[in-house]
């Protein structure tokens, strides 16, 4: 469903299906190719369904239309163009780099577009519907034949709640503005976790609470949480999302959700732990500055970022929630690189927390058999083994790799060092870095300790 083998994820483009600008004319005509020929179902069906949805989303959501957006029909392929369109405005403007660069980054995403059945489209303020794919899911039996227009209600209700976004707040430009992409992440489970709960609520009091969670269930997770662990962003983004809009509801109604639309979180580490939004703010990224020219020279492309819960959940997951929330509660600080060259990648993280790192480390190599499990199915193989080039207190080498004979091409290596209450982790994919493993790792453990002192 998503995702690059390695542990650590590749930047994702997925869940960036999100509004646009706001002026919402009454009526706008579908950019040229994205209109189907009107067979079963006709526009004025869908504007039907709207008309009786709306009321609904606003009293769910606890705001009213100043103007309803109007349904059209489109195709899978259509939207999939529009998310990728407003992912391109919103990488570039969080990263601010150069328009080739950002649609690189986005050439290697693995958005599936079969899956998109409707998205709420910006410049413009028209929600998209694809029939197709709602046909797909009726000839594959995921959904009823009969259950077709109740999909629709609630697929309508779920992008009318991101129109509501939109009016209060222009969403593509709140999303670019954010400094980094886990303040980016952060939002999108603010947005998406709104659309979920208001689908929710709408689905309700239509009596179609099974079929919601069975169209959750297609997503990979169900109400206890994560079911399918390749689903591991797509449920932190809708399924977590919608329990941190479930928390901020019952802190003080939908005015609070709105006030984290409008003033989102910094790190997905508020997604855990509400009470707590401040953790993970104080990550100096540019402490990572050129670590990727250490690993291999060349020209990269280097993004900084802080780090909160989010890649560490994803990295621990299969990790029991109690022992997890537990181990995660002393961390204070990360920050994180991403650089991209060609067909190679690194990153590197600095975690700081209030209590030896060590343990992290460990909770990583129990997670062996759980990646394992979950790398199977695309052949690919787990090799852990202890790394001792390195004074640490503890430290772990992982090799996730196809099983049998490979290229380095198709390899991702990572390193996980504790030393004290601090944590550095190294992951290459693509390549080998040999020695200039160690001397990257060193640089930054050196790094570290110069900045110890104000760091306290
Ligand atoms: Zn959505």
């Given at each position: 469903m998503v995702g690059a083998p390695g542990p650590v994820p590749r930047l994702s483009l997925l869940g960036l299906l999100v509004a646009g600008c706001p002026r919402t004319p009454q009526v706008v005509p579908p950019p040229?190719?994205?209109?189907?020929?009107?067979?079963?179902?006709t526009a004025g069906d869908l504007q039907e369904i709207r008309d009786r949805v709306v009321p609904m989303v606003e009293e769910a959501a606890g705001r009213r239309f100043d103007e309803v957006p109007f349904v059209g029909l489109g195709t899978a392929d259509g939207l999939a163009r529009i998310v990728r369109e407003d992912s391109l405005i919103v990488l570039g403007g969080v990263y601010g780099l150069p328009e080739e660069v950002v649609h690189e980054m986005a050439?290697?995403?693995?958005?599936?577009?079969?899956?998109?059945?409707?998205k709420y489209a910006p410049r413009g303020g028209t929600l998209y519907i694809a029939p197709d794919s709602i046909e797909a899911m009726v000839a594959e039996g995921v959904?009823?034949?009969?259950q077709r227009e109740a999909v629709l209600e609630l697929i309508i209700a779920h992008e009318l709640t991101h129109a509501l976004q939109d009016q209060e707040q222009d969403l593509v430009e709140q999303l670019a503005s954010r400094r980094d992409d886990e303040a980016l992440r952060a939002l999108q489970a603010v947005t998406e976790g709104q659309a979920t709960r208001v689908e929710e609520l709408v689905a309700e009091r239509l009596g179609h609470t099974e079929l919601f969670w069975e169209l959750v269930e297609l997503q990979g997770w169900g109400p206890e949480g994560?079911?399918?662990?390749?689903a591991w962003p797509i449920w932190a983004q809708y399924g977590q999302g919608r329990d941190y809009v479930i928390w901020l509801e019952a802190e003080g109604g939908t005015d609070r959700v709105w006030r984290a639309v409008r003033e989102p979180p910094q790190s997905t580490t508020a997604l855990w732990r509400p009470e707590r939004e401040d953790v993970g703010l104080a990550g100096p990224p540019e402490l990572l500055d050129g670590v990727e020219a250490v690993l291999t020279a060349g020209e990269w492309v280097a993004l900084g970022a802080h780090l909160g819960e989010w890649d560490l959940r994803r990295v621990l997951y299969g990790v029991d929630d109690e022992v997890l929330d537990d181990a995660l509660a002393p961390v204070r600080a990360g920050s994180r690189l991403t650089a991209y060259r060609d067909d190679r990648r690194c990153e590197v993280w600095v975690v700081v927390l209030d209590e030896p790192a060590e343990e992290l480390v460990d909770l990583v190599r129990q997670t062996a058999e759980q990646v394992a499990q979950t790398l199977e199915p695309a052949g690919l193989a787990v090799a852990d083994q202890a790394f001792t080039a390195l004074p640490a207190d503890d430290a772990l080498a992982r090799v996730v790799a196809p099983a049998g004979p490979h290229s380095a091409s198709v390899e991702t290596a990572s390193v996980w060092m504790a030393r004290g209450e601090r944590l550095v982790v190294i992951e290459v994919e693509g390549f080998r870095p040999g020695l200039r493993m160690e001397r990257a790792l060193e640089l930054v453990w050196s790094r570290l300790e110069a900045d110890e002192p104000g760091d306290h």
């Open positions: 040229p190719g994205l209109a189907l020929p009107e067979q079963g179902l050439r290697t995403d693995p958005l599936q577009v079969s899956s998109l059945i409707g959904v009823e034949a009969d994560l079911v399918e662990p390749m």
